[in-house]
Structure formats: structure tokens, C-alpha cells
């Protein structure tokens, strides 16, 4: 299984950006998927999930500003992100979840993406 994230940049504070995450290989289209961020010096911490029957959940830190989504004919999971703040800035990985729904059992990652939000 390999999972491709991709979409990084540099934006300016309150801009948008989306991020992708083609997957490939043995993976069922149907697992949960979720994405992550990493910033300099703190743990990683989940940004989007997203089961695979497309319900989503977001940390009050992201809700209403990003919106992950998912084609599962294309397995690729997208984050769309809105409204960015210079505290978004981090490593942005997509993970696959173990299950269907979702138990925030990650067993395969992609290498990240980085995204830094300018002031």
C-alpha cells in the first residue's frame, strides 16, 4: 500500500489550499482515511477523518474551516482548507484507518506534505 499526499505550499493567512492523497495498491477503497499534521516541535494530532460510508469528523480547531472528502473510484482522499492561520503550518499526512468507520487505528501513512501559512 502506498499513499501519495501531495498539495503543499506556502499560502498567506486566510487563504485556501487542498491537499490530496491518491492511494494505491492492496487497499480497499472503503476504509476510513484521515488526515494529520505534525508542526515543529508539538505531537501530531488529527485534523479530518473521514469514514467509508463519508461521514467526517474535525477537532474544534479545523471545524468549518476544512472539509476532507473522498473519491473512492480514484482512491483519493482530498482536505480542503479554508480561512488558513499561520498556526495551520505543519506536516500534513493522510493515514488509512484499519476499519470502515473509523476506529483511529492508522496502520498505513503517506510521507507528508508541508504546508506553511504566512502572517
Known amino acids: 500500500v502506498q499513499l501519495q499526499a501531495s498539495g503543499g505550499g506556502l499560502v498567506q493567512a486566510g487563504g485556501s489550499l487542498r491537499l490530496s492523497c491518491a492511494a494505491s495498491?492492496?487497499?480497499?477503497?472503503?476504509?476510513?482515511m484521515g488526515w494529520h499534521r505534525q508542526a515543529p516541535g508539538k505531537q501530531r494530532e488529527l485534523v479530518a477523518a473521514?469514514?467509508?460510508?463519508?461521514?467526517?469528523k474535525y477537532p474544534d480547531s479545523v471545524k468549518g474551516r476544512f472539509t476532507i472528502s473522498r473519491d473512492n473510484a480514484a482512491n483519493t482522499v482530498y482536505l480542503q482548507m479554508n480561512s488558513l492561520k499561520p498556526e495551520d503550518t505543519a506536516v500534513y499526512y493522510c493515514?488509512?484507518?484499519?476499519?470502515?468507520w473509523g476506529t483511529g487505528n492508522y496502520d498505513y501513512w503517506g510521507q507528508g506534505t508541508k504546508l506553511t501559512v504566512s502572517s
Open positions: 495498491g492492496s487497499i480497499s477503497p472503503f476504509n476510513a
Open positions: 473521514i469514514s467509508g460510508a463519508g461521514t467526517t
Open positions: 493515514a488509512t484507518d484499519k476499519s470502515f
